[in-house]
Nanobody, 121 residues
Framework: QVQLVESGGGLVQAGGSLRLSCAAS????????MGWYRQAPGKQRELVAT???????NYADSVKGRFTVSRDNSKNTVYLQMNSLKPEDTAVYSC???????????????WGRGTQVTVSS
């Protein structure tokens, strides 16, 4: 069984910063890609940022230059540093991992439950 547990969400004023963390645990063999998606009320889930095990990153245009994704492979943890936050960044942020377990050698996607980020104007 694999679990992704997020932390670090909360309420912040516009222009402020937050740092999200997500730790993956369980019978994990390898993690390929980790990252973050978000879903605002009434909107579809959208990609925020991803990072491969080699360190290649991908960002949504709306967060480029403000958000930074990083990971600690030794801890199976991914981070999202969010700076210059805007009210439109308000959403539930969910952690994502594409990985292989010892039980099943196939690659599967796993999701955390999400953490609320609210940016006030």
């Amino acid at each position: 069984q694999v679990q992704l547990v997020e932390s670090g969400g909360g309420l912040v004023q516009a222009g402020g910063s937050l740092r999200l963390s997500c730790a993956a645990s369980g019978s994990i063999l390898t993690i390929n890609t980790m990252g973050w998606y978000r879903q605002a009320p009434g909107k579809q889930r959208e990609l925020v940022a991803t990072i491969t095990n080699g360190g290649n990153t991908n960002y949504a245009d709306s967060v480029k230059g403000r958000f930074t994704v990083s990971r600690d492979n030794s801890k199976n943890t991914v981070y999202l540093q969010m700076n210059s936050l805007k009210p439109e960044d308000t959403a539930v942020y969910s952690c994502y991992a594409r990985l292989t377990t010892y039980r099943s050698l196939s690659i599967n996607d796993y999701w955390g439950r999400g953490t609320q980020v609210t940016v006030s104007s």
